[in-house]
């Protein structure tokens, strides 16, 4: 009965690996987010999908590559993982981009080791 | 993105007290959503404020958007260990979030 459920909760990987991260909201909701939140909890946008269309791609490094099969999902591959990486990946859904109160899911912790 | 400042970024409370936790902006909001995360857990929308001044309450939280429209609070009264958590305000099609404020109780 999850909303936005992520998978894996968490991820411990070597540098240098490349690994995914899933993510499917069954809201019905048509625009999906990926965020980062560091150490600090700073809570910083990365991509999203509207329609399966990519509609914000923020200053990430070309490593990171986000993929919308259909408006339900929304997933995240990263390749070459480096010790930076490390972090929270959470993955959000909202009814329009301008989406009143997104929902979020419970999060990716990725360490890279 | 739109930039916001939160403060303050740490609130020490003590059971039964009352605190507040402010978000300013530079510029004009069209609105403002805020968000409660607690340790260990996932952001969880809490509200969104959209009109000049309106006020708007959940229990013992009331959430504020200014006249200018540049800044909001949330205020929460008889704070309770069921408080603590991290307070994010959110603006912008992007959803910028603030740094948050991080609320710890004593008991």
């Known amino acids: 009965d999850t909303a936005v459920s992520q998978t894996p909760k968490y991820l411990v990987t070597q540098m240098g690996n490349d690994k995914s991260i899933k993510c499917e909201q069954n809201l019905g909701h048509d625009t999906m987010y990926w965020y980062k939140q560091d150490s600090k909890k700073f809570l910083k946008i990365m991509f999203s999908y509207n329609n399966k269309e990519l509609i914000i791609n923020e200053t990430v490094p070309n490593r990171f590559s986000p993929k919308s099969p259909d408006k339900a999902h929304l997933n995240l591959h990263i390749n070459s993982l480096e010790l930076g990486d490390s972090a929270v990946y959470f993955c959000?859904?909202?009814?329009?981009?301008?989406?009143?109160?997104?929902?979020f899911g419970s999060g990716t912790r990725l360490t890279v080791v | 993105g739109q930039q916001v400042m939160q403060i303050p970024q740490y609130q020490h409370v003590q059971e039964g007290e009352d605190f507040t936790t402010y978000c300013n902006s530079s510029?004009?909001?069209?609105?403002i959503q805020w968000y409660k995360q607690r340790p260990g857990g996932h952001p969880v929308f809490l509200i969104q404020l959209v009109k000049s001044g309106e006020v708007k309450k959940q229990k013992r939280l009331t959430f504020q958007f200014g006249e200018a429209k540049k800044n909001s609070s949330l205020h929460i009264t008889a704070t309770q260990t069921t408080d603590v958590g991290t307070y994010f305000c959110a603006v912008d099609y992007k959803l910028s979030f603030g740094a948050g404020t991080t609320v710890t109780v004593r008991a």
């Open positions: 510029t004009t909001l069209s609105n």
């Open positions: 959000a859904s909202s009814q329009g981009i301008t989406g009143y109160g997104y929902t």
